[in-house]
């Protein structure tokens, strides 16, 4: 499979970020793209993230983008099949149907020098595709397998992991184990104790949990929506700002941290009146070091009859269920791992090799890092969504990526306008913004201490930022083509050679 014409962009992902890129990449007249997707439909995470109760815990109308608004969300917080919806939405509304490559697994991608272009391996084709630009926007939460834990080969039982969730299993009179305490099993706990005889929870670390009050949206509220977009837009920068004052409780140890642990204890004690269960239930970190966790029948699901909380390591899985440090032996008849995501940390998703047979994962084993999240030295006319260090704590990953997405498709934009061969960000802009970075991340909760999925292993964080949603979103605001070094592949190799370009907004 080869294209006689390159693609102007290549956008690999057909999740929120693919199709957030192609809406913005139209509206700027930018029409020879493709979006490979592996799957057979659209959607990335709320396409895979089908388990019982699977909701988003960031409030609607900012879990959206500003620019495709949708008036008819049914409640404050969407359930994943809503939220597929309205990405269904997206596709048809602006025409996507037609870029769309699915069943198109992408091997890895090579930046070739000499013709200043990306080839683009497809599982079980021939060929590559090329393209000028490549757009990764496969996103942190898109692979996810069993955790490695000792005989878990050996379980006899039947095995569900949150993100690939087995709706033919009938857990009605079963044994169920649930392992992981995040924010999918707090979805998952109580729609599960509604229907199995049993469950057992088995916690590693108790986390922050805090109330979630979703209330149905009203006809009246919806049509207003409608008929005054203005409205809308209102109603979701109340939200925005509502979530942006929270850094000032999580993102930093400040006095505001301590009203977020209160009102998280208090409704703790309003919930679970046992005080060694609330004991077991109560975190030893500073809220906001962890993920908060958003829920109000996470708690009382704990309390039920039918469900026991258990704090005791797991040394193994056994032929009949799971066996913990004191050397009890717990069986299920079905054990549910709601234990995350392969977050791409120290590695990539796919391999990328950029100029000169540079290796991306090789470059980011330490840990990932790119410019202002979007671009990575070496690795030319390549742009990320969701990219290292675009992670917020405190407000929606949609106002991040949406400002990632504007700066990168102003700067594709730019190459396919101006007709520009290939365009490498600066290394040394590149390593002074991550130096910045990584001092203003060492005074934040998210390195005060506990272990979480946004550190590697020796303490480096490659996931978070730093500050405020409208601090990422105003070094995003303008491209600005000084950043980058511009190389002319279509006159004989020289020393790549420095342009100057006024800045983009």
Known sequence: ??????????????????????????????????????????????????????????????????????????????????????????????GLASYLRFSHNITGIEFDDKAGLWNIGVEGRKGKVRARTVVLASGPLANASFPAIRGIEDYEGHKIHSAR???????????????????SAVQIIPELVEQAASVKVFQRTPGWVLPRVNRRTNAITKRLYKDVPKTESLARQAWFWGHESVALGVVWNTPLTRVVELAGKAHLRAQVKDPWLRRQLTPDFRAGCKRLLMSSDYYPALTRDNCTLVTWPIARISEKGIRTAEGIEHQFDCIVFATGFDVSKTGTPIPVVGRH??????????????????????????FFTFGPNSGPGHNSALVYMEAQIDYLTNAISTIVGQDLGAIDVRRDLQDSYNERLQKRLSSTTWNSGCKSWYLTEDGFNPSMFPGFGTQFANQLAKFDLRDYVVTQVDKPRTTPVQRAAPALG
């Not at 956008?11 to 997707?37: H, Y």
């Not at 969730?165 to 924010?183: E, I, L, M, N, P």
């Not at 540079?358 to 030319?380: C, F, I, N, T």
Request: glycine letters at 12%; one cysteine or more; a positive charge.
């Open 357 to 382: 047979g540079r290796v991306l994962a090789d470059e980011w084993r330490g840990g990932a890092y790119a410019y202002k999240s979007v671009a990575v030295s070496g690795y030319p006319n390549l």
């Open 1 to 94: 499979m080869s294209t006689a014409k390159p693609l102007d962009v290549a956008i690999i992902g057909g999740g929120f970020a693919g199709i957030g890129t192609a809406i913005r990449l139209k509206q700027k007249g930018i029409t020879n793209f493709a979006i490979f997707e592996r799957d057979a439909r659209v959607g990335g995470t709320w396409r895979d993230n089908t388990y019982p109760g699977a909701a988003c815990d960031i409030p609607s109308r900012l879990y959206s983008y500003s620019f495709a608004p949708n008036p008819g969300w049914s409640h404050t917080y969407s359930r994943s099949a809503e939220i597929l919806g309205y990405i269904d939405h997206m596709v048809e509304n602006f």
């Open 165 to 183: 969730w087995d709706h033919s299993y009938d857990f009605t009179g079963k044994k169920v184990a649930v392992v992981g305490t995040g924010a």
